[in-house]
């Protein structure tokens, strides 16, 4: 009996392995790493700006600032406020700007892209500007919410936006998730 139940844990751990969780390249291009869905921030003890008004948002190409759920909803998650385009798009691509002001030192948010997007697509937060210094790229496959949090002290202004995707599907939703500003108490 007890090998039975060994056994039976055995091939229960096996299968449930076949089950493979999404991947982006690693940040030197080969080595594959698994995409987590959101990154806990550096610290526990931190000042905090939720990026919800135009104080801190500014449009660059058919995005908006919202906590409407209904334009904020995922295969798995509802994000409580959010950057997303405001119809389906003919052309993948996502631009805005986040303003921090210089007033913070690091970024977070989760990235997401809908199934219906052909191939992945790569996000650049870069400072000040579209051609300006890339901050942080990531790469979110169709479907996937990818986090990311990383340095920003002294951008007064940040680009995000994704590279153009054309006749790669109808993106219906392409979200920037609860996006925040922190620094470190």
């Not at 939720?50 to 909803?73: A, F, V």
């Not at 940040?158 to 939703?173: C, D, K, P, Q």
Request: aromatic share 10%; net charge positive; glycine share 8%.
């Amino acid at each position: 009996m007890r090998n039975f139940v060994v056994l039976g844990l055995v091939v229960f751990v096996l299968c449930s392995c076949t089950e493979l969780s999404p991947v982006t390249k690693g940040t030197d291009g080969t080595a594959p790493l698994a995409a987590p869905e959101s990154i806990k921030p550096v610290c526990d003890n931190r000042r905090v700006m939720q990026t919800r008004t135009r104080q801190h948002y500014e449009d660059y190409y058919g995005t908006m600032i919202t906590t409407d759920p209904s334009t904020l909803t995922t295969r798995k998650t509802v994000y409580r406020w959010g950057i997303t385009n405001q119809t389906p798009l003919d052309m993948a691509y996502f631009a805005a700007y986040v303003k921090p002001l210089g007033r913070f030192n690091r970024f977070n948010a989760k990235i997401y892209i809908d199934s219906n997007i052909k191939d992945s697509m790569t996000f650049f937060f870069r400072n000040g500007a579209r051609d300006g210094e890339v901050l942080k790229s990531v790469t979110v496959s169709p479907g996937q919410t990818v986090g990311v949090d990383f340095e920003i002290a002294g951008v007064k202004k940040m680009y995000v936006g994704s590279e153009l995707r054309i006749n790669h599907g109808r993106a219906t939703r392409l979200i920037i998730g609860e996006p925040e500003l922190y620094s470190c108490r």
